[in-house]
């Protein structure tokens, strides 16, 4: 029973990592850029929740929204301000552009929230079910739930809608796109700002649980790489079976060989399949 | 003839020092140098909360010291403004971020000493970042004064300017050890304890002194879990100690952690008897108000007690409150009494000479009754450790802690078991 309990802890932990990782392979895929500050953009959709939840009294269904409006604003104003610019430069160049990002908006979010840790009043989803034994803690069962089917429906909106499409097409080659009348530049703002969005609800569904600082962005920007890497860079679905499986790996050595080893499992395991397949479970060669 | 010219020369000498002593003393007493620590704390990352609200709390002290404050009489140099013992100089603070990165607090340790020229150092709030940064001074031969960190291995490596005023893993191990013998006596069961700590110097220091007590009062640890302060689930953790069912938790752990513990905890209905803190996240401000509704009962050490309106440690309350919005804690506390107790040093060396000051730390003796926090004294012993800390256990009570152990100093009546959110 008690192994069962740690599953299924692992798999809900493992749904909000494919959520936030999802957005950061989006961007890799598009663009063939690689985005440093995609944990800030989880950590400032936590403290919209905390602003949304303290000054306007809003429940969980109204401060994901605001998460995912107010980092899609975010995420296409980075773009068109910053992004836009520096992809015609050398790679080093994009490179540390986002990192410096990464630190601005870490510094800002000190700044304007100060170091302490904050965390959401007892929400309308405080409680825990228990599902035949099994306590499934009602926040995280919606914020699993929530970033599954999230995860899922950017996978259908990409492969299955013609928007998705000229995303699509965009990524794979930008000059033939043009030429078929798509607007790269609109195009990845898009992307960028749904990349944003996607990071803004995992952050709001994460901040029901966990308190959190400014400094947070830090862990939750490595994990989406760890990700990204092991479902294999631009895959929307390898994102969410690496996020789950890590996420069950995580639970399930930490419980078994104890807390402090179990990232030294993980990243074993995750080096050991790069060493077989480079690309990563799903990525193209 | 050669006997009366060596005379003269002596006499000559003799005037010249005499002469360049007395321009000295003028010159220190006219301009009244102001004393140069520079203190070493983590203003952003993880601990930044803590940090900076041991900021605060430094600044108050220096600023009781440097200012006339009559109606905190008992508190050494409160009462005139400046240090009398070096014509009223005053204290300068210099404040540098180490980010809770033991290599950064190292760099900055060389930074203050070698550059900035300052007499003393203070610090560094995570052991680990003091354990670095002791060195540095130890080689220059300036004092460093640590005012709350806990790991045992700071202050035994036979270091001759380091001086350590909180207490330190070893008593706050045998102050729990008592503690479970009192309760023992009372008729509670205390078959089993675990221990559930944050990796680092601190955690690791505490859980092992808290291990080895355990051990020699013949109490089994059910269980001891190690674990990184920045993890953001702790689900397994929490398993674990349900398996284990141990009679008492003692975590020791930083503010995000602690509160993630206590939040788990409630959501896979895991309450056992009693949650022990080992202060640090359990003290941090941000600690009582998240988690004050589910973690009913639940006990933290603290030498800081706030005390009835019209003491003094009421109004140092007062003060901190009025700079910072809120009410000082044990950590910030630890932080103020240490500098404080530097100050005393400073003012008895009457100069910044470091040899003048080593000597005068090493005579340092304060009585309860000169102190803020409720130590039994200060008194270094000679590997510059305060062989008079203690400490209190608290309970948290609604929205507060009260006061609870030992029983000569309680304030209300403890309760056990912790009644948690339930």
Known sequence: MLLLQVIVGGLLLGAIYALFSSGLTLIWGMMNFINFAHGEFVMLGMYVALMIVVWLGGGPAVFGIASAFALFVLGVAIYLSLIRHVTRGPM?????????????????????FSANVVSLPQTSLGGTLNIFGILVPAAQLVAGVTATVI???????????????????????????????????????????????GAGIAGALMAISYPWSPSVGE????????????GGFGSVPGAMYAGLIIGLIQALSAFYLGPIYKDIVVYALFAALLWFRPQGLLGKA | MAKRGVNRRAVLAGATAAATSLATGARLARAADPVKVGVLFPLTGNAAAAGQASKAAVELAAEIVNNAHPELANIPLAKDAGLPGLGGAKLELTFI????????????????????????????????????????????????????????????????????????ATDYASTY???????????????????????TDYGTSVAEAVEAAAKQNNLPVAIRIPYSASTTDVSAQVLQLKEKNPDVVIFISYTADSILYIKTMKNLDYLPPMVLGDDSGFSDPSFVPAIADIGQGLMNRSAWDIGKPGTTTAKINDMYKAKTGRDLDDTSGRNMQAAL??????????????????????????????????YRGVKFDETGQNILASTYLIQLKAKQYELVWP??????????PMKGWK
Request: glycine share 8%.
């Open chain 2, 177 to 199: 050890m008592r503690f479970f013998d009192d309760m023992k006596k009372a008729g509670k069961k205390i078959g089993s304890i675990a221990v559930v700590n944050e990796n």
């Open chain 2, 407 to 416: 029983e000569s100093a309680a304030q209300t009546r403890l309760e056990w």
């Open chain 1, 219 to 230: 862990t939750f920007g490595l994990t989406a790489f760890v990700v990204v890497t092991l």
């Open chain 1, 151 to 197: 995860t899922i429906a950017l996978h259908l909106f990409l492969t299955g809608t013609t928007l998705g499409s000229q995303l699509l097409a965009v990524a794979e080659d930008r000059n033939a796109a043009m030429l078929m009348g798509i607007r790269p530049d609109r195009m990845q703002a898009l992307a960028w700002g749904l990349a944003a969005a």
């Open chain 2, 341 to 374: 107790v530097m100050a005393e040093a400073i003012n008895r060396a009457g100069s910044t000479d470091p040899a003048k000051l080593q000597a005068a730390f090493k005579a340092t003796d304060l009585k309860p009754e000169q102190l803020m926090m409720g």
């Open chain 1, 92 to 112: 080093l160049a994009q490179i540390l552009s986002t990192f410096g990002l990464a630190l601005l908006l870490r510094y800002t979010a000190f700044w304007i």
């Open chain 2, 97 to 168: 971020d180490h980010q809770g990165n033991p290599s950064v607090a190292q760099q900055q340790a060389l930074r203050l000493i070698s550059q900035d020229k300052m007499h003393l150092l203070f610090g560094a709030y995570q052991s680990s970042c003091t354990f670095t940064a002791t060195p540095i001074a130890e080689r220059y031969g300036i004092p460093f004064v640590v005012g709350d960190s806990a790991a045992l291995n700071i202050t035994g490596r036979g270091f001759k300017w380091v001086f350590r005023v909180t207490p330190i």
